[in-house]
């Protein structure tokens, strides 16, 4: 009888060692494909040439990114550290560190998971909404 409480108590242990915590779909790391600036006519990768990449894990998230507008020949280098929430599709994104100082601070955004691509939309009002114009940013999975 020992035994096989042993028994069932070694099995339990192996099982419940094997079970992975489930993480957010947006933890892993993400490449840009798409960019529209609310400001702006041209479109990434439609005009402006480079690459971004960004992160998320446990509540952290970091980017880097170079780009290059076609009416210059000056490199725009984006790169960028915070924390973030996330409840739904409504994403708070913590800016800490950032390449433009005027950047730094809390952005509010929607943001949609579909299958491989992650899309994220702003600025949005306190409520989420977003304006007649927006950013888009669209990424795909890398891992």
């Known amino acids: 009888m020992k035994r096989v409480i042993f028994l069932s108590l070694i099995i339990l242990l192996i099982i419940g060692s094997c079970i992975q915590e489930k993480k957010s779909p947006i933890e892993g790391a993400w490449k ?14 439609a005009q402006i040439s480079g690459e971004q990449v960004k992160m998320f894990l446990n509540g952290h998230l970091t980017w880097v990114g170079q780009f290059k507008l076609p009416t210059d020949t ?12 996330i409840d739904g599709n409504k994403f708070i994104e913590n800016v800490k560190i950032h390449g433009q100082k005027s950047a730094i601070g809390t952005k509010k955004m929607i943001m949609e998971i579909r299958n491989d691509t992650l899309i994220q939309m702003y600025p949005t009002d ?7 114009k927006y950013h888009i940013f669209k990424y795909i999975r890398l891992e």
């Open 32 to 45: 840009l494909v798409y960019l529209k600036n609310r400001s702006m006519e041209e479109t990434f990768p």
């Open 74 to 85: 000056t490199i725009l280098y984006d790169y960028g550290l915070g924390t973030y929430t």
């Open 126 to 132: 306190e409520n989420f909404n977003l304006p007649e």
